[in-house]
């Protein structure tokens, strides 16, 4: 297991590798400059060409990408100069803050997913499944930033029960309790879709195990209905499960692009858009970089997990 | 099933205690301003920054030697008490303020002044490379700076610029304490130091810039304990957190917004024209609007009235001519907007003989001073259908418009769309209306216009160091321009604000920065 696991990060540094140059490469191919972008309408030739200097984007691009390489080899991700801060501290705050958001997604989503998924496959056709497959079906087609404007409409603005936006409270605050009411509307609305997914995968796979024939040697031994479904069959179908959930996660990574503008979060996907627009090409690789690996070892890990669920993908 | 049962009351019980304290969602603390701001500031170093979202936090923290007055953007004595300028507008001799000191304790004098410029213009300055000095070209007529005394310096141009002293009022100009640039050098942006009315005290990134109360300020202390600037990019999330008050003054209102809160009794709308104009460029290199008739047909033929009231919900005004009406010392009274005609415009492009070519129009999905271009361009192109123009829109996302507009609009289109702000009346018609200013020498004159009487008059005020002599010179040029319609001259953007019914004393200024000395709240 070892041994794959390290197989796996190493097949991790191509990958990376090539996705910066990729990342580098359109950046550059795109219209604009971060000149223009910083000067506006104050962008005459003579000033970009002056501030290009002052920034060192007016050296050749080979020698450009090859000299962040570097630098990033001595663990140096460059300074934005969009925000004026070095990258590298930019970025993990950022991540750290979406790992917090797009993590209590994900957990809420498993939890959520899961047990709506069980109970109305144990309820197929009953009542219960059509009222979970029903708020399912909502909850996968409703575009989340709109959900998240609701939200805060209701709760925030009508109801003043939790705060509409930010990470923690502007005056006093900065505490566990006022970190988790800030959380808890974006965090929903991150979750909806990917509850959705989850449990309607549930249902399926639980669906397909409560048909085997163990399951029904299981009744026959006079076992409890609870310890049949819970653990003999739920146990079962979360192999087909979780490497959903690890696909998920990455879903939710990107889907907190939205969430994080609509709710403040200062999370890297609000970060990334603005990097983008305002081509800080150091920041938009170093997001990148950090997005991207997370993803990759997200996957790793539901592949993991699955294999230690499962012992025949175990070799 | 039985779990979940137990799992939906937890999950509820969870929610409520979450909930419970909730005073921090609903109310702000007293006497502390805090303020919605539109993005996270870049930096906090004046001389590195163009963004008007930073001016407004930096103008509180540091001041220049001259500033605006109170509404208007005429110039006043700040950090330095007098000046004088020489007969041939080539020395500005400032004297100081005495006795004023920089947040951490350092002397403002000459030599801190010097300090300033030339960090900016000298590549050799010690200090030189804690840019990039985006903006520094305001001052690029400075050729020196000299410490004449403790309390006297003197600036000497290489050329006569009458807009110097309003771009000493800017931003760019603001005097940043030395010291702290020695002690923190790049960093400098988050470590910021002035002499203004607040100080600086914290910079949590993406949350929240604090500034507090300066106790020494040499024009009183502010009665507001602190200032917090908190940065909230959507525009929605920015009117829910004003209405559940979790702020007491928000910028950049959205226009439907607007109408909401001024029917509101707990809120207090604030609007002000600023120095922006909202224009169409016309290429007068080949198209039909080579010809005065086409162009004057065009500004006939669009309705700027209803573009200002629907498109733009009241949050625009019609513009008339080149120079935005906040220049109220350098703006001609006597131009009347272009009025809708459209009998008129189908005249004019009969007498221009122009015979249904499509007409190419640029038009950007946002950018800075853009307002709604989007709505605005489909508006402009139905209203010119109406007298027979056959337009054709052309959409881009805003740095690949100014890729394709700023190099000219030759070979790509007949029109684009393009906004200004500015913090002097020289500034626009300089760079974009003078021959010399076409794109191939280095200017954003995209659309070709020439005329040698503009370039003269142009020249002439930049020159002058009569305020009198260079408004009449101004006055003059606008009603040439309004006359030759190089540009369809279409709106001058409202800024809107609103605050809570606590904060007193706040009023917006034409210049857009956001002044916060006097401002209380109850």
């Known amino acids: ?315 | 099933m039985r779990c979940a049962k137990h799992l939906f009351p937890m999950a509820a019980a969870a929610m409520m205690v979450l909930a419970y304290p909730s005073e921090s969602a609903a109310q702000t603390p007293p006497n502390v301003l805090i303020v919605g701001q539109i993005a996270e500031p870049q930096s906090l170093d004046p001389h590195a920054v163009t963004a008007v979202n930073d001016f407004r936090i930096l103008m509180n923290v540091y001041d220049g030697l001259v500033r605006y007055a109170d509404g208007t953007l005429e110039v006043e004595p700040a950090l330095a008490e007098s000046w004088e300028v020489s007969e041939d507008g080539l020395t500005y001799r400032f004297e100081l303020r005495d006795g004023v000191t920089f947040h951490d304790g350092a002397p403002l004098n000459a030599e801190a002044v010097k300090f300033n410029f030339d960090r900016m213009l000298d590549e050799e300055h010690p200090y030189h490379d804690t840019g990039p000095f985006p903006l520094s070209f305001f001052f690029s007529a400075i050729e020196n700076v000299e410490a004449v005394d403790e309390l006297t310096v003197e600036f000497t141009l290489s050329e006569p610029y009458a807009p110097f002293l309003s771009n000493l009022a800017y931003p760019t100009g603001l005097i940043v304490s030395p010291a702290a640039v020695e002690q923190h050098g790049e960093d400098f942006g988050r470590n910021p130091s002035g002499t203004g009315a607040y100080r600086f005290e914290e910079w949590a990134s993406n949350q929240r810039v604090v500034v507090t109360r300066n106790e020494d300020y040499w024009g009183g202390a502010p009665e507001l304990e602190a200032v917090v600037f908190r940065p909230i990019t959507d525009a929605n999330t920015r009117v829910a957190e004003m209405l559940s008050g979790g702020l007491d003054l928000m910028v950049e209102v959205p226009p439907d917004a607007m109408n909401d809160f001024r029917q509101a009794d707990d809120f207090q709308v604030y609007e002000q024209a600023g120095p922006h104009l909202w224009f169409l460029i016309l290429n007068m290199r080949e198209g039909p609007f080579t010809e005065k008739a086409a162009r004057q047909a065009v500004n006939y033929a669009i309705d700027k009235q209803t573009l200002v009231e629907d498109v733009l919900q009241g949050t625009a005004d019609v513009a008339s001519g080149p120079i935005a009406p906040a220049f109220a010392w350098a703006y001609n009274e006597e131009l009347e907007p272009y009025p809708y005609d459209p009998e008129r415009a189908r005249q004019l492009l009969e007498e221009a003989g122009y015979e249904g070519d499509t007409v190419t129009f640029y038009v950007t999905e946002g950018g800075s001073g853009m307002l709604d271009p989007v709505a605005m361009g489909t508006a402009i192109q139905a209203d010119l259908a109406e007298v027979g123009m056959n337009v054709e829109i052309e959409t881009y996302e805003w740095n690949t418009f100014l890729d394709r507009v700023n190099p000219g609009l030759e070979g790509k289109a007949d029109m684009a769309e393009m906004a200004w702000m500015t913090n002097d009346p020289d500034t626009l018609p300089f760079l974009t209306l003078r021959t010399e200013a076409f794109p191939e020498s280095g200017g954003f004159n995209s659309g070709y216009y020439s005329n040698e009487e503009v370039d003269e008059l142009l020249n002439q005020a930049r020159a002058s160091t009569d305020p009198e002599e260079r408004a009449e010179l101004y006055r003059q040029m606008q009603e040439i321009v309004y006359e030759d319609a190089p540009w369809a001259f279409i709106a001058n953007w409202k800024q809107g604000a609103v605050t809570t019914a606590a904060v007193q004393n706040f009023g917006l200024q034409p210049s857009f920065f956001l002044m916060l000395h006097d401002v209380t709240k109850q």
Request: positive net charge.
């Open chain 1, 1 to 315: 297991m070892a041994a794959y696991i390290l197989k796996r990060l190493l097949a991790l540094v191509p990958v990376l590798l090539g996705l910066t140059l990729i990342v580098f490469l359109i950046m550059a191919a795109i219209p604009g400059d971060p000149a223009t972008a910083i000067l506006g309408s104050y962008a005459t030739p003579e000033n970009v060409e002056r501030l290009n200097q002052q920034l060192g984007l007016n050296r050749p691009l080979p020698e450009q990408y090859l000299l962040w390489l570097g630098n990033l080899l001595e663990g140096d991700f460059g300074r934005s100069y969009s925000l004026n801060r070095p990258v590298l501290d930019e970025v993990l705050e950022r991540f750290s803050a979406t790992l917090i958001l797009a993590g209590s997604a994900l957990i809420l989503a498993s939890i959520f997913g899961l047990l709506a998924g069980i109970v109305s496959a144990v309820r197929q056709f009953g009542w219960t499944d059509r009222i979970v497959t029903f708020f399912v079906l909502i909850g996968l087609s409703t575009p989340s930033f709109f959900l998240g404007l609701l939200l805060i409409l209701v709760f925030a603005v009508n109801l003043g029960l939790l705060p509409a936006s930010g990470m923690y409270a502007i005056y006093g605050g900065g505490d566990l309790p006022d970190l988790l009411r800030h959380l808890l509307l974006p965090a929903v609305t991150l979750a909806v879709v990917a509850t959705g997914v989850i449990a309607r995968l549930t249902r399926t796979a639980m669906l397909e195990v409560l048909r085997q024939d163990y399951i029904r040697t299981a009744r026959a031994k006079g076992l409890s209905e609870r310890r049949v479904v819970y653990l003999h069959a739920a146990k079962a179908a979360l192999v087909a499960v979780v490497p959903v959930i690890g696909i998920q996660a990455g879903f939710v990574l990107g889907g907190a692009v939205y969430i994080e503008t609509v709710f403040q979060w200062p999370g890297i996907g609000a970060m990334l858009v603005k990097a983008i627009s305002t081509r800080d090409i150091l920041l938009v690789q170093g997001g990148v970089l950090v997005v991207a690996a997370s993803y990759v070892l997200f996957n790793l890990a539901a592949d993991v997990a699955q294999s230690s669920l499962d012992p025949r993908l175990r070799r």
